[in-house]
């Protein structure tokens, strides 16, 4: 009995020792990465050091390392300082689309206006009628308008009491016309 315990004794501490050997691979390209500023990501670092992905995920310390390392800005090779981040260039990325659509939007607003002055000046010089008295035509307009709806609303006012007239006139003629009994 002691040759199966030993045996499975003996793959146990085969098992730990390759665990280890993996463990220190894995540190030393971690290592590596931060002295070279190279990309820090599972894969980048589990396919350098030769294990598997799953191998950094069953060791939750390796896994919280090599997290907290890409999170960390890279250096640049030769000591000179922080390399720009992956999150740093997102950033900047996000901030520039948003400046970029503002930007177009003033454009726009520019054109518009731009548009509309040579329009302005053509009419002055033509005489037909120039954005002088157009103010007041907008303002004509919507009183009109405010007219129309103020004449809808009596209009339909009157439609609705025409039509009680007409139900009562209806019921009274029924009335009249029914033989008395």
């Given amino acids: 009995m002691n040759a199966p315990d030993s045996t499975v004794q003996a793959m146990i501490e085969g098992r730990r020792a390759d665990t280890g050997r993996r463990r220190q691979r894995v540190l030393a390209v971690l290592a590596q990465a931060a002295k070279e500023g190279s990309d820090v990501s599972v894969a ?4 350098r050091a030769s294990v598997d992905r799953t191998f950094l995920y069953r060791h939750r310390d390796l896994l919280g ?31 520039a ?48 308008e405010q007219q129309i709806v103020d004449l809808e609303l ?14 009562a ?3 009274l003629m029924a009335q009249l016309n029914r033989p008395p009994g």
Avoid: F, M, Y
Avoid at 44 to 47: E, R
Avoid at 65 to 85: D, I, L
Avoid at 154 to 167: I, P, V, W
């Fill in 65 to 95: 390392q090599v997290h907290a390392q890409a999170a960390e800005p890279p250096t640049v090779p030769g000591g000179r300082g922080p390399a720009v981040s992956r999150a740093s260039l997102q950033a900047d990325l996000l901030a």
């Fill in 154 to 167: 009596k209009l339909q006012d009157q439609g609705d009491e025409l039509a009680a007239a007409r139900a």
């Fill in 169 to 171: 006139n209806r019921e």
């Fill in 44 to 47: 980048a670092i589990a396919c």
């Fill in 97 to 144: 689309d948003a400046r970029t659509a503002r930007l177009a939007a003033r454009v726009r607003r520019l054109e518009q206006r731009l548009s509309e002055v040579p329009g302005d000046q053509v009419w002055r010089q033509v005489g037909i009628g120039g954005p002088e008295d157009t103010e007041q035509l907008k303002a004509r307009i919507t009183t009109l």
